[in-house]
């Protein structure tokens, strides 16, 4: 089945700590993204790559960082600098740069503790 | 500034009653524009989307929504509400990036 993959659903980290969150699509996406939600807040968006080895800062970038190695790989590092971590992360594909539908993982719940 | 907009953070309605949930956005030019719902812990499904054509959208689950290019809004609604349509949910619009509303949540009363 198409789809994709974030792993772990559940992840701590104490802090001080880098964090790797693992994006993975077989729908031979283009563009992926990276989402953070806080309660009241909605989705914000952290980074976006539209085509391997590229991408863009989103709003929120500081204290993360990304690589878009492969097509169907987009990780997501939460780095030490990020001072809130805390909080309900979702990748998501679509086909091609002009967004035509959007597709999420099931979201990885990070806890800093 | 780019911007979506869902004026109304929480909303409840008694079963089987109508709904309209709401979305303005500020753009430039037109964007494509989604509607996505989200239960507790989980990622976010399509309901309906809008490219060009038809300003009114049908989507699944018995959703619809209308395009208003005048007031760039796409208001979300539904004849008629079911206790499962309780969940938040989200305006989106897609330029050159995929941006979302705060979101809505949906109440839905016994």
């Known amino acids: 089945d198409g789809g994709i993959t974030q792993s772990p659903k559940y992840l701590f980290r104490k802090e001080g700590q880098n964090v790797t969150l693992s994006c993975e699509q077989n729908?031979?996406?283009?563009?992926m993204y990276w989402y953070r939600q806080d309660p009241g807040q909605g989705l914000r968006l952290i980074y976006y790559?539209?085509?391997?080895?590229?991408?863009q800062k989103g709003d929120i970038a500081e204290g993360y960082s990304v690589s878009r190695e492969k097509k169907e790989s987009f990780p997501l590092t939460v780095t030490s600098a990020q001072k809130n971590p805390t909080a309900f992360y979702l990748c998501?594909?679509?086909?091609?740069?002009?967004?035509?539908?959007?597709?999420f993982g099931q979201g990885t719940r990070l806890t800093v503790v | 500034a780019q911007s979506v907009t869902q004026p109304d953070i929480h909303i409840t309605v008694s079963e089987g009653a109508s709904l309209e949930l709401r979305c303005n956005y500020s753009?430039?030019?037109?964007?494509?524009l989604f509607w996505y719902v989200q239960s507790p812990g989980q990622g976010l499904q399509l309901l309906l989307k809008y490219f060009s054509g038809d300003t009114l959208v049908q989507g699944i689950k018995g959703f619809e929504a209308e395009f208003k290019r005048s007031q760039s809004s796409f208001n979300l609604r539904k004849p008629s509400v079911h206790w499962s349509d309780a969940a938040e949910y989200f305006c989106a619009v897609g330029l050159n990036d995929m941006r979302f509303g705060a979101g809505t949540r949906l109440t839905v009363k016994p």
């Open positions: 998501a594909s679509s086909r091609d740069r002009l967004n035509t539908e959007a597709f």
């Open positions: 753009y430039g030019a037109t964007p494509y």
């Open positions: 729908l031979n996406h283009d563009a």
């Open positions: 790559s539209q085509i391997v080895n590229d991408f």
